[in-house]
């Protein structure tokens, strides 16, 4: 399978500033509703609050292939959101499982080195499969 075509998925993990998950949860609501309306590779989109600490958030994503996310990063509504995350949160981290090709690893470099924003990326081993009907 091509890496460029393949479903993979993003996790993104959110701490929000103390006094603001409200603000927050307003934002992430802008943006999944942006997302789904304007994303068709964004196969899933979920936004979930660790039970354990209530400053804690967590975004899933699953992607349709690498145009997908290059997508999502470009969305105006998502840029928007990064920005207001700023305000209001005090970290994000995101961890990406699947295979993504070298040059949107290389894109995904440039501009999260620019924002800021850390990422691990999990390259997928010789295990492993993607459901051909994940793909139609």
Known sequence: MNPKNSPFVL???VRVRPGKV???LNI???ADSA???TEPGMLMHNFDADPDDPLQFTWTEIYRDDESLIAHINNPP???YGKKHLEL???IEVEIYGTLADETLNFLNMAWA???IPFKYFK???VGYVRDSLLS
């Open 11 to 13: 996790i993104a993990r």
């Open 22 to 24: 409200d603000d927050y």
């Open 28 to 30: 992430a609501a802008e």
């Open 35 to 37: 997302v789904q309306q």
């Open 78 to 80: 998502v840029q928007e």
């Open 89 to 91: 949160a005090e970290s």
């Open 114 to 116: 620019e924002s800021g």
């Open 124 to 126: 997928t081993t010789s």
